[in-house]
């Protein structure tokens, strides 16, 4: 899928569920994919850690690459890594839609959210609880997506952080109409003060795989966050 098509089916399907892969069992993977799509998600979110960047290990781009011709959905790259720039092409050449990194491991991000959207790409860039918006305002002409940490980054099942809504409320403001993406967190209880908050897509990982129906998880959580008041109307 090229940049505009990934942007448009992104855009149309707000609020959008992304189910966070780090929760799926590994085991069967093939199966949890399928499961995903009847359950009707749109797109699976590909959390990529390294043990450095974050002290936890999980998949690369083999893993995503091999998933990639099972599944007609979005693939959404979260590359919780240290050096993105030196692993990106192998992310890019895993079918990936869209391809988020942290402003913590790059503090000079233009040039390769530049690569990406010249590689047909959405672009997003992510930040940390504790980083400011303003590490981020300076690179909004080369971004097509911000990802809002509300857990810090690394495991999936922590506490969402509610301090963290005033920042994505800052950040809908100055993003004009760029997807905000939340992370960490998500779920029945919280789901609507990030939706009021300006979030477009929510990444959910215990929400979704810790519930006995995916289907019965990802309609409640796309029915909360249609009744905040910015998708109501
Ligand atoms: C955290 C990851 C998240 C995480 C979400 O580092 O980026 O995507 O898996 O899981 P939950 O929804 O359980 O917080
Ligand atoms: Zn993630």
Not at 146 to 167: I, N, Y
Not at 198 to 205: K, L, S
């Amino acid at each position: 899928m090229n940049r505009e098509d990934t942007i448009a089916r992104l855009r149309g399907g707000r609020p959008v569920i992304a189910p966070s892969m780090l929760k799926c069992d590994y085991g069967n993977l093939n199966d949890e994919v399928a499961r995903l799509a009847s359950a009707g998600a749109s797109v699976l979110h590909w959390d990529v850690m390294d043990g450095h960047f974050v002290p936890n290990l999980s998949y690369g781009a083999m893993v995503i690459a091999g998933m990639r011709d099972r599944s007609k959905l979005v693939f959404d790259g979260h590359l919780m890594i240290s050096e993105p720039e030196r692993y990106l092409d192998d992310y890019m050449k895993a079918g990936l839609d869209s391809i988020t990194f942290h402003i913590e491991a790059v503090p000079e991000p233009a040039s390769l959210l530049k690569r990406i959207r010249a590689a047909g790409k959405v672009a997003g860039l992510a930040l940390n609880p504790e980083t400011p918006a303003e590490a981020v305002l300076p690179f909004l002409n080369d971004c097509d997506m911000l990802l809002v940490m509300t857990v810090h980054p690394g495991f999936g099942g922590q506490q969402f952080m509610p301090d963290v809504l005033p920042k994505l409320a800052k950040l809908r403001e100055a993003a004009g109409d760029r997807l905000i993406s939340v992370d960490g967190g998500i779920a029945a209880e919280t789901i609507t003060a990030a939706a009021t908050a300006g979030a477009d897509v929510f990444v959910a990982g215990s929400a979704v795989f810790d519930a006995p129906d995916y289907g019965a998880a990802v309609t409640d959580l796309v029915r909360r966050a249609s009744a905040a008041p910015r998708f109501s109307h």
